[in-house]
């Protein structure tokens, strides 16, 4: 009896336990170990074509950004550059002011009266507008002038005029009074080339100093010089060289004009700002 009755407990406790594990099962699921398995791991998203050429796209824009800061950067660096480099010349020879004996071996010797240099009877005439601190004109004075002097003006064949025009601020206003000024003393053209030579940082470079300095080293009275630069001539020259200047469409500088004397004058196209595009113009005129 007790045999009997302990075999029957332990036939209904492995009955008890088979039917709780069919309870924790679910149904159709294998459960050798009765543990629910791990789901699969989600593969990674990767970018499609479209997401990779945006993005693309973008590190393109930002590097064009970044060329177009370099670039600019560097622009303004050229521009600096140009601008310190007649100031840096400056510190030479002659007291302080560079160019002064190769600009009397370009000039002397040549007629001079006022703003003109050349003989009054030169059948052709190059006009020149220019402003005294615009670097582009001190290029011009540097590397084209003098072969437009030795070629054409000391021959007599071409009669130079400068008109006088203050575009960049007190500076140009100053220097330009003082050239003009100098004309009465027939030395504006050395007053000019003097200037171009000087160049410093704009609207800084243009002292009483550095001018009155200029003017003795051109040969002129320098007392004279400045005491005239405010004298109704001065002023009422500037101001027919503004007038011109409107009338012939000059919205920047260096501007050239050339025309047989007594004809009406042309403007000569630039674009590189070289002997070769005003050597053309005045062989043709000629």
Request: aromatic share 6%; charged share 20%.
């Amino acid at each position: 009896m007790n045999r009997h009755d302990d075999s029957g407990r332990v036939a209904s406790k492995s009955k008890r336990r088979a039917e709780k594990r069919e309870r924790r099962t679910p149904a159709g699921r294998p459960h050798d170990d009765g543990r629910r398995p791990r789901p699969a791991p989600r593969p990674r998203a990767t970018p499609t074509t479209s997401t990779r050429s945006r993005f693309a796209g973008r590190r393109y824009v930002y590097g064009l950004g970044i060329a177009a800061l370099l670039g600019a950067a560097l622009v303004i660096g050229l521009s600096v550059i140009s601008a310190q480099r007649g100031g840096s010349a400056a510190a030479s020879r002659d007291g302080g002011i560079a160019g002064v004996a190769s600009t009397a071996a370009l000039i002397d010797g040549i007629p001079q009266r006022g703003n003109a240099l050349g003989r009054a009877t030169a059948p052709v005439v190059l006009v020149e507008y220019a402003d005294p601190q615009c670097p582009y004109c001190a290029v011009y004075a540097r590397d084209v002038l003098p072969t437009l002097i030795r070629d054409y003006v000391r021959p007599g064949e071409v009669q130079l005029v400068f008109r006088g025009l203050s575009f960049l601020g007190p500076g140009s206003e100053t220097a330009l009074r003082t050239a003009t000024a100098a004309g009465s003393e027939n030395r504006m053209w050395n007053v000019l080339e003097l200037l171009f030579r000087n160049q410093g940082p704009e609207n800084a470079w243009v002292t009483d100093e550095l001018l009155r300095s200029i003017v003795v080293a051109s040969g002129a009275d320098a007392t004279r010089v400045v005491d005239a630069r405010d004298s109704a001539p001065v002023t009422g020259a500037i101001g027919s060289w503004a007038r011109q200047a409107q009338l012939h469409g000059v919205n920047g500088v260096p501007a050239f004009f050339v025309g047989r004397r007594g004809a009406s004058l042309q403007r000569v196209p630039i674009r590189t700002l070289s002997v070769t595009e005003l050597r053309a113009a005045l062989d043709a005129a000629l």
